[in-house]
């Protein structure tokens, strides 16, 4: 079976501070991918890696960044946190970006950050 | 870029009931996904099926790429069923990023 943690279920944190949220897949998955999920706005793709240090922005990436210096790593970082980054964190993998067929998406448990 | 709903948006069952969800998209697709959303947050993996018909237990999935359709069977509802369905997408052009529905609100009620 597919595993892809998280490295925390609940996290408090202070505007400002430097955020680190991180992801590790154990199947060898080349794709993995950062979701926020907030109320009345669904799922939506922040940043996602198909490579080891290869990245691309999704379609909201604006205050934040993303590490992956191992394959089974993803980290998503805020920069500075601030109060509308308050949300609930979703990590993503997938095996292969060029792979057409078969390419089902894992998810993590999720990470309820809260920004204070 | 591609447009995926859901419906209903709510649904409210008493156990034992059926139901079916649908998932309608704008666009061609390479892969389909359903997902149930427990109450603590997490997706679990349902279905991946991009075409065809699939089976598992109590539930079922149906994609007519065709036809931009695919629709999700849940029979003899149970409370443990409760929670929220998303349908995703890879559109054709976009690589392997999922675009998510909206999704569909179930409780199941004993």
């Known amino acids: 079976d597919v595993k892809v943690t998280q490295s925390s279920r609940y996290l408090v944190k202070r505007t400002g501070e430097k955020v680190f949220l991180e992801c590790v897949q154990d199947m060898d998955h080349e794709n993995m991918f950062w979701y926020r999920q907030d109320p009345g706005l669904g799922l939506r793709l922040i940043y996602f890696s198909y490579d080891v240090k290869m990245k691309e922005k999704g379609d909201i990436p604006e205050g934040y960044s993303v590490s992956r210096e191992k394959k089974e790593r993803f980290s998503l970082i805020l920069e500075s946190a601030s109060t509308n980054q308050t949300s609930m964190y979703l990590c993503a993998s997938s095996l292969c970006y060029l792979q057409s067929s078969y390419n089902e998406q894992f998810f993590g448990p999720g990470t309820r950050l809260t920004v204070l | 870029g591609i447009q995926v709903e859901q419906s209903p948006p709510d649904l409210i069952l008493q156990e034992g009931a059926n139901s079916t969800l649908r998932c309608n998209f704008s666009d061609s697709v390479n892969n389909l996904q359903w997902f149930h959303q427990n109450p603590w947050g997490q997706l679990i993996n349902l279905f991946y099926?991009?075409?065809g018909t699939k089976q598992n237990g109590r539930l079922s999935a149906t994609t007519v790429a065709t036809e931009r359709y695919s629709l999700l069977y849940i029979s003899s509802s149970q409370t443990t069923d409760s929670g929220v369905y998303f349908c995703a997408v890879v559109w054709e052009t976009s690589g392997s990023r999922l675009t998510f529905g909206e999704g569909t609100q179930l409780t199941v009620n004993p």
């Open positions: 099926i991009p075409s």
